[in-house]
């Protein structure tokens, strides 16, 4: 098997005295792929993300004990322009909806460079997969940053067995329209030359109807297959020492008071200043509840050398200022804004919430949809956005939330928090059968079909 993704599964750090360090690589393809696949004689082709991972390609030290890994030192120009203004603020906010289109995007010369530069980096990905391509080996890509890919190895190697499969959300055809219609069409002709997976038959829809009505094309194989969690590694995470100690911590800040949760990377598609807005409006509502509840929002950096997200941070940051500010008393803090990543800390909020707010604008899935109800020994409710993919699967046993509405979102915090305990139980153990039902091995396995099929 042949994994193609941004992120690797190991990056490289070099030490004072010339060796390198590995660590587990970041983000949530490197995460579902690396426990399903380590040791299995995969190889696994990626992009070396900084200077540890560059000069280790350079020392010819870039290895792994559990892969047979390949990591592609690009040129720098070219891969910034790759990933941060193509894959980032540009895909990423076309899938997400994030543009404020009187203003952005706005396509010149610039852009034609930048394509040109996302072009390259997918073939050097290509190119890559080709020369590393057995008989039979079954070949993931992953994600919109390699979406030039399929045809590109397709140009090469039509018998190579192929998947696609994009984690965020797929635009409809109005919001398509906005690239030039020669970048929109060379990513849909792309995408069809092989089979296509979303988390969501929503995204599923979205992309046939854009090959449809924006680029003029019948649409290639494509399918849903949302991730699932991995069982073993969170009971692994929850029963260790450093969770012991996050949840104990945790008790202690929350002084025995209901928790409100949420765990995103700082990120506008999450849409956590509405989540505080919305908690602001829920304590104006409800005086029975202040110094009853914390929002303990675990947040984490995320791509912080775009302005978009520095400012987005900052905003977060005034936001749950102005709420504490409006009402915290002497010995409560109605936000406990934690913006650490610490892995442990997580999983400790995700066992002790009681309610878990993920208020997406949009999402790919949200895998803490799934990890939290796993996890939480509380009988938590989950307040999910129905504009996530995970709302599909865990809907009925959720409270919907309508991302945009925060009077809505207040109501919401509102019933979690009054529920009867009967009501809580019974939606609490439909979600942890729900979650623990369809892992992430049924994900890995149905690519694998898929890509199958498709040779065959
Ligand atoms: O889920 C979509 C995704 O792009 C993943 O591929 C990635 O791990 C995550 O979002 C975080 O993004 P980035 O890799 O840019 O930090």
Known sequence: MIVASHRGPERFQREADGTFTRQRGAGGVVSALQPLLAGGGAAWIAAAMGDGDRAAVAAGAARSDDFDLHLLSLDPDAHRLHYDLISNSLLWFLHHGLFDLPRRPV?????E???????????AFADEIVSAARDGDPVL?????????????????????????????????NSMGVLPTTA?????????????????????RAYEACCEIVAGMAPG???????????????????????????????DLVDGR??????????????????????????????QWRERVVFVALLYASRENLAEYQAYRAEVEHAAERVNNRWATAGWTPIAL????VYPRSVAGMCRYDVLLVNPLKDGLNLVAKEGPYLNE???????????????????????????????????????????????????????????SRTSRHWLDELVAHARAEAG
């Open 107 to 111: 396509f010149d010369d610039r852009f």
């Open 113 to 123: 460079e930048a394509w040109s530069a996302f072009r390259s980096v997918n073939q």
């Open 141 to 173: 890509v992953q994600d919109y940053h390699l979406a030039l890919v399929p045809a590109m190895v397709r140009a090469q190697r039509p018998d190579v067995s192929l998947v696609y499969f994009q984690h965020t959300p797929h635009c409809g055809p």
């Open 184 to 204: 929109a069409t060379e990513l849909l002709a792309s995408m069809r030359s092989c089979p296509t997976g979303f988390h969501s038959q929503r995204w599923v």
């Open 221 to 251: 194989p494509a399918f849903a297959a949302p991730l699932g969690i991995d069982p073993e590694a969170l009971d692994a995470s929850a029963s260790g020492p450093e969770a012991s100690r996050e949840l104990a911590l945790l008790d």
């Open 258 to 287: 209901r928790v409100i949760l949420r765990v995103d990377r700082i990120e506008p598609s999450k849409n956590i200043v509405r989540g505080f807005l919305a908690y602001d409006l829920f304590l104006e509502r409800n005086p």
């Open 338 to 341: 934690d913006p650490e990543d």
């Open 378 to 436: 509380r009988d938590g409710v989950l307040a999910l956005s129905t504009e996530a993919g995970a709302f599909d699967e865990l809907g009925d046993a959720a409270l919907a939330v309508h991302p945009f509405d925060i009077a809505q979102t207040a109501s919401v915090f509102e019933s979690a928090l009054a529920m009867d305990s009967d009501e809580r139980k019974a939606r609490a153990a439909r979600l942890r059968e729900l979650t623990a």
